[in-house]
């Protein structure tokens, strides 16, 4: 297997910030389906998976997760079968309506959608265990792509041309990719997570995953929690993009320049300040979000 995986650091200007300096590292560009942190998660998975001989990838998700889009695509790229269990029976027959599933089953994905009930069972061995005779032998990717393999992916997003920057600031999900960022800093850097789920429960899981301590995690910028938007966020995330021309999706990475744009503004950084924030990618998710949103009569993201 062959993968390419360098990004570039591309310094921003934008308005709304002063002071400090603003580089965003473009994850999201390693690959134009297999978005950003999402392909750091998976190539030693696939690493395994290949020596280990397996020939089917099943994992789990949402019905607009980016996991589930990458993985689909992941597959077909490098010659896995590959099974999606999705949370929501009732989104069986509405696939043509979602862009993120119609996009996995197009990329070769069979999707076995099951009820919420059932999807908090997803890491019982007796859940494992009946998938297995339903699907036969499979490599098993957790939700979100979080396992060690993942994090060493992540350990990568970091090179030795960054170790100027004095805060990096990513995302927040499961805690993988902080974990892997966090592993690889330097003792004079600093990480800040931008959580983009609601409770402090993270800080524990990530606290779990990684030996060092120079990290915090923002927990105020969830706008109501997973997969929640606000007007201001939308039209925040559209005056970055007319400004900078960088799109950000509006589950992660949106809400992770919202909020370090807001902290910028409340002085929390010291003048001079080099910052650098993880493009992670999930631009897939923004036609899902907008058909949600259109249909709530508000503004789209462009
Ligand atoms: C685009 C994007 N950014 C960030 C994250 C958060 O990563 P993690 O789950 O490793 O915390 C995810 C998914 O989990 C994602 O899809």
Known sequence: MNFKLNSRNQPV???LIKDVTLTIKREDEIHPYISGNKYRKLKYNLLAAEEQGFETLLT???AYSNHIAATASAGSEFGFKTIGIIRGDELVDKVSDNPTLSFAQKCGMELKFISRKDYREKSSPEFIVNLKNRFGDFYLLPEGGTNDLAIKGCEEILTENDNDFDYIC????TGGTIAGVIN???PNQKVIGFSALKGDFLKEEIAKLTTK????LLTDFHFGGYGKTSNELIAF????KEETNISLDPVYTGKMIFGLVDLIQKNK???GT???AIHTGGLQGIEGMNSILKQKGLETIK
């Open 237 to 240: 995330i559209n005056k970055f």
């Open 184 to 186: 690889s800093t330097n």
């Open 60 to 62: 789990f998700g949402g």
């Open 170 to 173: 990513t995302p927040v999900g």
């Open 269 to 271: 950084f010291k003048k």
């Open 274 to 276: 080099k910052i650098i």
């Open 213 to 216: 301590d120079n990290w915090s």
């Open 13 to 15: 200007v934008f308005s």
